[in-house]
């Protein structure tokens, strides 16, 4: 079983900025993908941000220059900083990781998530 653990949500007034961590531990063999994911009230989970292995980052266009996704290779961290917050930003932030266990079965696993407020 893979567990995925996020930290650094938080209240943070407009414009400020804030760094999610997400670390993966269990019997892991490789990570091959990475990710930020978030769900506001009454809205769907939707993509933040995801890393892959090899691969460039993809990001959501709402957080283009914004947000910057880091790490997330096999037992290293995976980050989001984000700079520029707008409240619109507010959600439940969810970490994500896509890999292969050490018997070589597929994982496809969630953090707890961890909250992010934008407000002044």
């Known amino acids: 079983q893979v567990h995925l653990v996020e930290s650094g949500g938080g209240l943070v007034q407009p414009g400020g900025s804030l760094r999610l961590s997400c670390e993966a531990s269990g019997s892991i063999f490789s990570i091959n993908e990475m990710g930020w994911y978030r769900q506001a009230p009454g809205k769907e989970r939707e993509l933040v941000a995801r890393i892959t292995t090899p691969g460039d980052p993809d990001y959501a266009d709402s957080v283009k220059g914004r947000f910057t996704i880091s790490g997330g290779h096999t037992k290293n961290p995976v980050y989001l900083l984000m700079n520029s917050l707008k409240p619109e930003d507010t959600a439940v932030y969810y970490c994500?990781?896509?890999?292969?266990?050490?018997?070589?079965?597929?994982?496809?696993?969630w953090g707890q998530g961890t909250q992010v407020t934008v407000s002044s």
């Open positions: 994500k990781g896509v890999g292969v266990y050490t018997d070589f079965k597929s994982f496809n696993s």
